[in-house]
């Protein structure tokens, strides 16, 4: 990946030579952009050169969980800021200092003053990776290993509420797999198809508690995995778009092309853009820099989203300061002075740590937290992109929570009054709530792909399903103070199979071995399946697999089958000890996914990602009966 350090260049690579160091880093000096000039090429060890980065302000750069000093970008070294115990992010999370965000199948919230979690929250539902903006948390489907996007409320760490989910079942959501290096454009949510080409998904979370499905656009040109943004363009694959249309419901147009150019990421620099590649997918290992545009960029860095809203009222005490701009900034303009945040009706300066994603998301932390009841504006100017353009200054204000502010909505129940229900016949839900000020109103959704209801004083509401299938049913509550409704959501199956006909089967990362009483859960991250207690949800056993455990399935004998991405392989384990009991190899590079039995258990279907087939496996003896391409990287749906 890319970034501007200083004036340079900055490229580093997966690439890991036999001493295990990490991977190289190169500085660039492009003042001259036809005849860049290298000035280092190195390899630091310890710092971390994964899909995303985060800068420290001033003087460090995050990546995994690697620390490098570029200060001065000559004498680069790998170096864990001071006073800080840093180290727990993880390849799938993200270290905003002082916070750090494990991803995969839970988020773990670390406070890394303090050295301890102060959170760990699993209720999305998937395998994602966490990016904060402010006080919203993004946790979107990762690397194109799980559908899904979730929101929260983290404006107390301690106590993240979810604001809206689009789970890995949700109808609609399918088309949107598999995302790879999502990305953020103002309110919009960026999913990119890996590889070559694909499509593009978008995700609008203007309304957090309310998330949309925006557009697709498939067809995309050349490796589409990582998207840049400059202002109203997007820059991807071989192309430019421009993404304005989205905003009045259109999908965003192709502006340019670059037929030449097969890098995979593209960084603007003003009316430039320098593109590297790898040879991680067999392409030519270089970097290039082109004009995506003949005049100079002389469009001054603008604020396109940010958390706090205006005028929020009732922020917790911790509150932090997320800010979206879309440009490549010059990171040495941002700092005590042009990014404050003080008490609106006077004195100091809040102190606190700044930090610039490469998602374009600026973000200040406050040290201690704020006082309560009290209004605060944040105030930007001065900040300046890589062209040397000065953003128009822009301010915002918002209010911290106090001890007399009305106590929370809480919901405690709902209920149907037919579960489960026959297909074309009405179910009537209520939901009962307590807490907030003023009267309550509540907003359903059915979870088929409907619209979702108006919000309404209405304490029921009343729906007709078309098709039999398991559906999740939401309710949001709201007050009149202004705060983020209350969501709960209830997993019921409204819709029971009908005599003779057997449920669709799905491929999970969560089964349930109803006999005994127990669920079983992959987890990637550590090559293990869990158990837990299905009535107490305690923990009863943790196993070790095969590499990158994705998907269980359970056999007519009652064991469990597990599919290893990474190993290549099923694994089959005891039902009661967990004990590896069978297994076998499937041929190098499969890469399976998602596993199912049919009706009676005979055979298993493995989705491969790595051929696009599914196979068929006669569960007796192992043998593979047949295997039918698929759309590519398939899954069940």
């Known amino acids: 990946m890319l970034d501007y350090?200083?004036?340079?260049?900055?490229?580093?690579?997966?690439?890991?030579?036999?001493?295990?160091?990490?991977?190289?880093?190169?500085?660039?000096?492009?003042?001259?952009?036809?005849?860049?000039?290298?000035?280092?090429?190195?390899?630091?060890?310890?710092?971390?050169?994964?899909?995303?980065?985060?800068?420290?302000?001033?003087?460090?750069?995050?990546?995994?969980?690697?620390?490098?000093?570029?200060?001065?970008?000559?004498?680069?070294?790998?170096?864990?800021?001071?006073?800080?115990?840093?180290?727990?992010?993880?390849?799938?999370?993200?270290?905003?200092?002082?916070?750090?965000?494990?991803?995969?199948?839970?988020?773990?919230?670390?406070?890394?003053?303090?050295?301890?979690?102060?959170?760990?929250?699993?209720?999305?539902?998937?395998?994602?990776?966490?990016?904060?903006?402010?006080?919203?948390?993004?946790?979107?489907?990762?690397?194109?290993?799980?559908?899904?996007?979730?929101?929260?409320?983290?404006?107390?760490?301690?106590?993240?509420?979810?604001?809206?989910?689009?789970?890995?079942?949700?109808?609609?959501?399918?088309?949107?797999?598999?995302?790879?290096?999502?990305?953020?454009?103002?309110?919009?949510?960026?999913?990119?198809?890996?590889?070559?080409?694909?499509?593009?998904?978008?995700?609008?979370?203007?309304?957090?508690?309310?998330?949309?499905?925006?557009?697709?656009?498939?067809?995309?040109?050349?490796?589409?995995?990582?998207?840049?943004?400059?202002d109203n363009s997007m820059f991807v694959g071989t192309a430019k778009y421009d993404m304005s249309p989205l905003l009045s419901g259109g999908v965003p147009s192709l502006a340019q092309n670059f037929p030449n150019h097969d890098g995979e990421y593209m960084l603007p620099l003003g009316n430039l853009i320098a593109s590297a590649e790898n040879s991680e997918q067999g392409r030519v290992n270089r970097f290039t820099i082109f004009a995506h545009q003949a005049a100079p960029d002389t469009t001054k860095p603008a604020v396109a989203f940010h958390n706090p809203p205006s005028g929020a009222n009732y922020q917790h005490v911790k509150t932090r300061v997320g800010v979206v701009m879309h440009e490549t900034l010059n990171y040495a303009t941002i700092n005590a002075t042009t990014f404050r945040v003080y008490p609106t009706a006077g004195g100091a300066d809040v102190a606190g740590t700044r930090n610039a994603h490469d998602k374009d998301?600026?973000?200040?932390?406050?040290?201690?937290?704020?006082?309560?009841?009290?209004?605060?504006?944040?105030?930007?100017?001065?900040?300046?992109?890589?062209?040397?353009?000065?953003?128009?200054?822009?301010?915002?204000?918002?209010?911290?929570?106090?001890?007399?502010?009305?106590?929370?909505?809480?919901?405690?129940?709902?209920?149907?009054?037919?579960?489960?229900?026959?297909?074309?016949?009405?179910?009537?839900?209520?939901?009962?709530?307590?807490?907030?000020?003023?009267?309550?109103?509540?907003?359903?959704?059915?979870?088929?792909?409907?619209?979702?209801?108006?919000?309404?004083?209405?304490?029921?509401?009343?729906?007709?399903?078309?098709?039999?299938?398991?559906?999740?049913?939401?309710?949001?509550?709201?007050?009149?103070?202004?705060?983020?409704?209350?969501?709960?959501?209830?997993?019921?199956?409204?819709?029971?199979?009908?005599?003779?006909?057997s449920r669709r089967p799905k491929g999970s990362q969560i089964i349930v071995d109803a006999a005994n009483r127990r669920v079983w859960t992959v987890n990637p991250d550590s090559n293990t399946v869990t158990v837990i207690n299905a009535d107490t949800l305690a923990k009863v056993a943790e196993y070790l697999v095969s590499k990158d455990p994705r998907s269980l399935a359970q056999d007519a004998s009652g064991r469990i089958w597990v599919t290893s991405l990474d190993a290549d392989r099923i694994d089959i384990l005891s039902r009661t000890t967990g004990a590896l009991v069978d297994g076998f190899q499937l041929p190098p590079g499969s890469r399976p996914h998602d596993i199912v039995f049919n009706g009676d258990k005979s055979y298993a279907y493995v989705s491969l990602q790595g051929s696009g087939k599914v196979v068929r496996i006669n569960s007796g003896h192992h043998g593979q009966c047949d295997a039918r391409r698929r759309r590519p990287r398939p899954r069940w749906r």
Not at 53 to 71: K, S
Not at 457 to 474: D, E, I, L, P, W
């Open 5 to 230: 350090l200083n004036g340079y260049l900055y490229m580093d690579s997966r690439d890991v030579p036999a001493n295990g160091q990490s991977g190289a880093r190169q500085l660039w000096n492009i003042s001259n952009p036809t005849q860049p000039v290298e000035y280092l090429s190195s390899r630091i060890p310890s710092g971390g050169v994964m899909h995303t980065a985060v800068r420290f302000l001033p003087d460090y750069r995050v990546n995994d969980d690697g620390f490098i000093n570029v200060f001065d970008p000559l004498q680069m070294r790998a170096e864990s800021p001071p006073a800080y115990l840093t180290g727990t992010a993880g390849a799938r999370g993200l270290t905003v200092i002082p916070y750090e965000y494990s991803g995969g199948t839970s988020v773990r919230i670390y406070d890394t003053r303090l050295g301890k979690t102060v959170s760990k929250f699993s209720d999305y539902g998937f395998d994602g990776t966490p990016t904060p903006i402010g006080n919203l948390l993004i946790v979107a489907g990762i690397r194109g290993q799980s559908r899904g996007f979730a929101m929260y409320d983290i404006g107390d760490p301690a106590n993240p509420a979810l604001l809206d989910l689009i789970s890995p079942g949700d109808s609609g959501w399918q088309d949107y797999v598999p995302g790879y290096e999502y990305a953020v454009w103002k309110h919009y949510l960026v999913l990119p198809v890996p590889l070559l080409g694909g499509s593009l998904g978008f995700v609008d979370f203007s309304d957090p508690t309310y998330l949309r499905h925006a557009g697709f656009i498939d067809g995309t040109l050349g490796p589409s995995r990582y998207a840049q943004f400059q």
């Open 361 to 501: 998301i600026l973000t200040f932390t406050p040290d201690s937290d704020l006082a309560p009841s009290t209004n605060y504006t944040v105030s930007l100017s001065g900040i300046k992109d890589v062209s040397g353009n000065t953003m128009t200054p822009y301010a915002f204000q918002f209010r911290t929570a106090g001890p007399g502010d009305p106590p929370p909505v809480i919901i405690t129940q709902i209920t149907a009054s037919a579960y489960p229900a026959p297909v074309g016949s009405s179910v009537n839900f209520t939901a009962t709530a307590s807490g907030g000020q003023g009267a309550r109103e509540y907003r359903w959704d059915f979870g088929d792909g409907s619209n979702r209801t108006a919000w309404s004083s209405s304490t029921t509401a009343s729906h007709t399903y078309a098709a039999r299938g398991h559906y999740r049913v939401k309710v949001q509550v709201r007050d009149t103070t202004g705060r983020y409704p209350k969501t709960s959501s209830d997993r019921g199956d409204r819709h029971p199979t009908g005599p003779g006909r």
